[in-house]
């Protein structure tokens, strides 16, 4: 086997174990609903939090459709950061926007 050949073999596996995920963050006024997927598939059990005030160092856990409401309380509109961790040890994160809790 040439170098090229084992480069283009060992880019093939490292691409086929990457995991792909679908975060949907829908903003409510009391809220977060966040829903993961990978693959398609719903990420059971996966460890979700975020990163507001009132909020830190609370983990919340996926339901088996992938999803979790997450209770937010902030006086203005900000950007949040979601941080995931799915059962597969597969790290995520996505910032969505959170309006006023108080409108």
């Known amino acids: 086997m040439t170098f090229k050949q084992v480069s283009i073999a060992a880019l093939m596996l490292s691409a086929s174990t990457m995991s792909w995920a679908d975060i949907r963050i829908v903003d409510t006024q009391s809220g977060s609903w966040v829903r993961v997927t990978e693959q398609g598939k719903p990420a059971a059990n996966a460890r979700v939090s975020v990163s507001n005030h009132a909020n830190r160092g609370k983990v919340y856990k996926t ?28 790290e995520y994160t996505r910032r969505s926007l959170h309006t006023d809790s108080f409108n």
């Open 63 to 90: 339901n088996e459709h992938g999803e979790v409401f997450i209770p937010l309380y902030t006086r203005t509109s900000s950007t949040l950061t979601y941080s995931i961790l799915t059962e597969e040890w597969n």
